[in-house]
């Protein structure tokens, strides 16, 4: 079975700190596809980023990185120099490769404040 | 375009009423899902259509019905709720070869 696991449930971070949240999964499958996504107080889900488990080179885009590492089963975000609008909850994820049906498997989420 | 739509953003609903969820993508996706969202919680899945028909239901009562009109669509119609139904509801639609989801804005519906 596929499960996801965010142990930080609720992150607070002064402006201009930087911040990792953290993400372990657990998967039998050899091929996989992870994500992050931002869901801000608006409600709607904001898709991040999509790695695949064959392609563990990490990834950075402005302020925002992950680090990828099949060996401890782990997929961490880093927020550099974080900023107030970055305030919202996150959402790491899990699917199996399938012909674009296959559900996501959600980790519970955290909620990450930063203060002006 | 990348954009998702779902209407209406806020539906306030008695026990016995009947209303409809409407979603809407046009980027050419093949897969769409209806989720359910408590407060504080992540997403549940409720419903899957991949290529119109129905693939993936999650045991969810018959009091919520899924519909796919066509390719660009999905509606869920909504009858006899009960206040424990009241959620965001969220729909999302992905490509058929990476599977990343892009969501709509969600409906926020209360039963009372």
């Known amino acids: 079975a596929q499960k996801v696991t965010q142990a930080q449930t609720e992150i607070s971070v002064v402006e201009k700190e930087d911040v990792t949240l953290d993400c372990v999964y657990e998967t039998r499958d050899t091929t996989y596809y992870l994500f992050w996504y931002k869901q801000p107080p608006s409600g709607e889900l904001v898709f991040l980023i999509r790695r695949n488990s064959f392609d563990e080179q990490n990834e950075i885009s402005g302020r925002y990185s992950w680090n990828f590492q099949k060996s401890t089963s782990s997929f961490n975000f880093t927020i550099t120099a974080s900023q107030v609008v970055d305030s919202a909850v996150y959402f790491c994820a899990l699917s199996e490769p399938d012909s674009g049906n296959t559900p996501l498997v959600f980790g519970k989420g955290t909620r990450l404040s930063v203060i002006a | 375009d990348t954009e998702v739509t779902q209407t209406p953003k806020h539906l306030v609903m008695g026990m016995t009423n009947k209303k409809s969820l409407k979603c809407e993508q046009h980027?050419?996706?093949?897969?769409m899902y209806w989720y359910k969202q408590k407060a504080k919680k992540p997403p549940e899945l409720m419903f899957v259509?991949?290529?119109?028909?129905?693939?993936i239901n999650e045991s969810v009562p018959s009091r919520f019905s899924p519909e796919c009109p066509n390719s660009s669509l999905l509606n869920l119609h909504l009858h006899a709720l009960q206040p424990e139904d009241s959620a965001l509801y969220l729909c999302?639609?992905?490509?058929?070869?990476?599977?990343?989801?892009?969501f709509g804005p969600g409906t926020r519906l209360t039963v009372l």
């Open positions: 980027m050419g996706h093949r897969a």
């Open positions: 259509y991949s290529y119109e028909k129905l693939s």
């Open positions: 999302a639609s992905s490509h058929r070869q990476y599977n990343e989801q892009f």
